[in-house]
C-alpha cells in the first residue's frame, strides 16, 4: 500500500494537525482535546446526542468518551436529559455556558479545513468522499468489525470531513 495512504488511513497525521489547533484553547480552558472534539461534535451534530452516537460515529473507546462527558457536564458545558420514552436513553444538550468556547472552536475548525483543502476542487472532493464511504463500508463489512451505522450517523462520519 502507498505510504501516503496508509498514513492517511492510520489518522495519526490528522490528530496531530488538530492538536496543534485545538491544543492551546484546550490549555487555556483546562479541557483535553477531546473534550473540544466532543463538544463540537455535539453542537454540529444535535441529533447525534448520546455517549453511545459518539462511540458509533467518531470510532473513539467508551470509556474516554464517558470521563470526557462527565468533565464537561462538572464544567457546566454538557446537561444529561433522560429520554421520556427510553429511560435508558440519556441525551447530551451543550449548554450556553460552552457558547465562549464553541465560538474559538468552529473559528479553529474553519482554519484546518481551509489549510487541508486548499487547492482541492470540489470534484476531488466529491470523489474523496466517495472513496473514503467504500473504504468505510469495506472495513464495516468484515467479520467481528463494529455494527453497521445507520445512516443518519454515516453522513455526520463524512459531513464533517468534505
Known amino acids: 500500500m502507498d505510504e501516503g495512504i496508509e498514513s492517511l488511513l492510520n489518522g495519526q497525521q490528522y490528530k496531530r494537525f488538530q492538536e ?14 477531546l473534550e473540544l472534539r466532543l463538544l463540537r461534535f455535539l453542537d454540529a451534530y444535535q441529533h447525534l446526542d ?42 447530551l444538550t451543550v449548554q450556553k455556558d460552552a457558547g465562549p468556547l464553541l465560538v474559538r472552536i468552529r ?6 479545513n481551509r489549510i487541508i483543502w486548499q487547492g ?10 466517495q472513496v473514503a464511504k467504500k ?19 454515516r453522513e455526520a462520519d463524512y459531513a464533517e470531513k468534505f
Open 135 to 153: 473504504i468505510s463500508d469495506n472495513i464495516d463489512s468484515c467479520p467481528g468489525n463494529r455494527e453497521q451505522q445507520n445512516p443518519r450517523e
Open 20 to 33: 496543534k489547533f485545538l491544543g492551546p484553547i484546550a490549555e487555556e480552558y483546562g479541557l483535553s482535546v
Open 50 to 91: 448520546t455517549a453511545k452516537d459518539i462511540v458509533k460515529v467518531r470510532h473513539w473507546t467508551k470509556s474516554h468518551v464517558s470521563k470526557a462527558i462527565e468533565d464537561l457536564i462538572e464544567r457546566g458545558y454538557l446537561q444529561r436529559q433522560i429520554d421520556e420514552r427510553d429511560r435508558r436513553k440519556v441525551h
Open 107 to 112: 473559528a479553529e475548525y474553519q482554519n484546518m
Open 120 to 129: 482541492i476542487g470540489d470534484e476531488e472532493l466529491r470523489i474523496i468522499a
